[in-house]
């Protein structure tokens, strides 16, 4: 494999779904490639975080994505909360969390908001991991995700990345005032919203994703992983008017420092 022309740092992907993904790590790393892995369920993130403790470029994230809270599961529920508040304190990197209230997602609005207070509320306990760096999905739902931040004055003391931002401009506006960072990627730029939001984020809170691979996919290489980030690399140059290099030098420097342990 060729050396890649920079650093690339996917701000939100999925490598514990990889059957392959400590492999695909290593390869990825020869090409420059460092990640923030996120969870779905706490009952994961143990386990992901063994998988991936020999691979130096993978940030592991501890999750409870509101796809997985079933409200009709309540001990269920009950018991993935109990397991995320006890991993929280120890866990630098959170995500992915947040709120879906698109038709997909299982659980009402209610369950999902107020699981994810306690989320934020576990997060901000206190511990020698510090600062938390979150990734949060947010569908139909971005004003809920930051009156939620708001209330509990988490990004008073950490920061947060909208994964795949496509709610109204309104929110974005409050988001980017807020302080939040976005991570973009070749499926957000599939469509005309998400091309003028890679537009028009703030240089300074623009990240990279694929949000890749999908669950179960062995076929998913390094070379594929660092192809759908130059592609991502490539279109937002364009639409910016900018050099491909220059943009991602920048965006690699914010990436860096916020994964800094």
């Known amino acids: 494999m060729g050396k890649a ?3 690339l740092y996917d701000m939100h992907c999925h490598l514990d779904f990889s059957p392959e993904g400590p492999a695909v790590a290593r390869e990825a ?12 369920e706490p009952e994961r993130y143990p386990l992901a975080a063994e998988r991936f403790a020999d ?28 397991l995320f508040e006890e991993l929280a304190p120890d866990a630098r990197f959170i ?19 107020a699981v994810f207070r306690r989320i934020l509320q ?3 306990a ?33 920061q947060a990345i909208f994964h795949w931002f496509s709610c109204s401009s309104g929110e974005l506006s409050r988001a980017v005032k807020a302080g939040c960072f976005f991570s973009v990627g070749p499926l957000m730029l599939r469509s005309r919203r998400g091309r003028e939001y890679a537009r028009s984020i703030p240089l300074s809170r623009l990240l990279l994703e694929t949000d890749e691979p999908a669950e179960g996919d062995a076929s ?16 937002i140059a364009e639409l ?20 800094a342990r």
């Open 220 to 235: 998913w290489t390094a070379t594929d992983w660092h192809a759908e980030l130059m592609q991502a690399l490539r279109i």
């Open 29 to 40: 790393a020869a090409l420059g490639i460092t990640a923030f892995s996120t969870t779905v």
């Open 122 to 124: 576990a997060a901000d």
């Open 95 to 113: 995500g992915e969390v947040g709120l879906d209230f698109s038709a997909r997602s299982p659980a009402p609005e209610s369950v999902q908001t």
């Open 126 to 158: 206190p511990s020698a991991a510090g600062p938390k760096l979150l990734s949060i999905h947010a569908i139909r739902s971005a004003s809920a995700v930051l009156d939620c931040l708001d209330a509990l004055g988490t990004l008073k003391r950490h």
């Open 55 to 82: 691979c130096p470029n993978v940030r592991v994230g501890l999750g409870f994505h509101p796809w997985w809270e079933k409200a009709d599961e309540v001990s269920g529920l009950s018991s993935q909360l109990a």
């Open 240 to 259: 910016r008017g900018m050099e491909a290099a220059a943009l991602g030098e920048t965006i690699a420097k914010t990436s860096a420092r916020l994964l």
């Open 5 to 7: 022309p920079c650093e």
